[in-house]
Every structure is written in C-alpha cells, then in structure tokens.
C-alpha cells in the first residue's frame, strides 16, 4: 500500500518560514501532479499551490508571492516553502499525489495524513 507522508509542520510566529515536505512510503514508479491543500478549523479544504512533473506550478491567490512549491523527482518528494507566513495560514496541511504504481499497473489518487501548521505570536 502506498501512502504519503508530510513533515514540517510546527507552531511558528507571523512573519516567519516554514518548509514543508511530503515523499511515498511504499513501492513506486513515478509520481505525476503533486500538490499541497489545507484545511482550516471550520473551513473548506483548499489547493494551496500544484505542481507538474515538467515543474509548472499554480497557487492560490492567497498565497502567491509568499509560497513556493517545488519537488525533487529523483527523490519523489514534494515541498512546500512558506514566508511571511500570517495566522491565516494556521491549518492542516495535507499532500496530494497521482502516483504510478505497479502489479497491476495503475495511477492512484494518494493523500497524506496531514500536517499541522500554525502560525500565532
């Protein structure tokens, strides 16, 4: 079985960066789009920022200017960089990859379990 794992997620003060990173558990071929959502305390989840895996990026107008996804294919990990973060970005952080698998051969939606960021003074 294959999962998604993210780490980085801590409590940070406004203003401040936060990398975040997401990699497989498990046996793979390849990972397509990757992508980063979030979900706030009685909100909606959200896309936060995607990438390709030729490395075309698009991000939420929330977050744009401040937040850079980028990813390592040789790695199959994906990251986050967060600055100037501000207490509207406090939410679980959660990847998203389509991931090529084999015996059988198949692409499946993957999602991480989550990770925790928030952002207070």
């Known amino acids: 079985q294959v999962q998604l794992v993210e780490s980085g997620g801590v409590l940070v003060q406004p203003g401040l960066s936060l990398t975040l990173s997401c990699a497989p558990l498990g046996s793979i071929l390849r990972i397509l789009a990757m992508g980063w959502y979030r979900r706030a305390l009685g909100k909606e989840r959200e896309l936060v920022a995607a990438i390709t895996r030729g490395g075309s990026a698009n991000y939420a107008d929330s977050v744009k200017g401040r937040f850079t996804i980028s990813r390592d294919n040789a790695k199959n990990t994906v990251y986050l960089q967060m600055n100037s973060l501000r207490p509207e970005d406090t939410a679980v952080y959660y990847c998203?990859?389509?991931?090529?698998?084999?015996?059988?051969?198949?692409?499946?939606?993957?999602w991480g379990q989550g990770t925790l960021v928030g952002v207070s003074s």
């Open positions: 998203n990859g389509n991931i090529i698998v084999r015996s059988p051969y198949r692409t499946l939606e993957v």
